[in-house]
């Protein structure tokens, strides 16, 4: 098991911004996709975007337009950036590093033993 950590969580108004930060230590050199996923309260969990090995992004249709998902490789760090937050992306966030993008499979076998706590992220009307 390999722990990564999540950040950059927090309380904003709508219309607000914040960007969340997950580092993932070996994901770059293992080639491993990365996924951030939320869970708001009572709600079953919800995939919001991935970023593949060569930089391809996808973004569920709720947060298109206004998330951005990036990486750093030489920090193994993935980023996501939401603007024009609204209170239905009040949520629990979580990055999940994995092998699957597009239908193709990526990486090691190490992409499946990370575990983080999440970060908070609360937007307010």
């Known amino acids: 098991q390999v722990q990564l950590v999540e950040s950059g969580g927090g309380s904003v108004q709508a219309g607000g911004s914040l960007r969340l930060s997950c580092t993932a230590p070996g994901f770059t050199s293992h080639s491993c996709v990365m996924d951030w996923y939320r869970q708001a309260a009572g709600k079953q969990r919800e995939w919001v975007s991935s970023i593949s090995v060569d930089g391809s992004t996808t973004y569920a249709d709720s947060v298109k337009g206004r998330f951005a998902i990036s990486k750093d490789k030489y920090k193994d760090t993935v980023y996501l950036q939401m603007n024009s937050l609204k209170p239905e992306d009040t949520a629990m966030y979580s990055c999940?590093?994995?092998?699957?993008?597009?239908?193709?499979?990526?990486?090691?076998?190490?992409?499946?033993?990370?575990w983080g706590q999440g970060t908070q992220v609360t937007v307010s009307s």
């Open positions: 999940n590093p994995q092998q699957s993008y597009a239908g193709r499979w990526y990486g090691t076998a190490l992409c499946s033993k990370y």
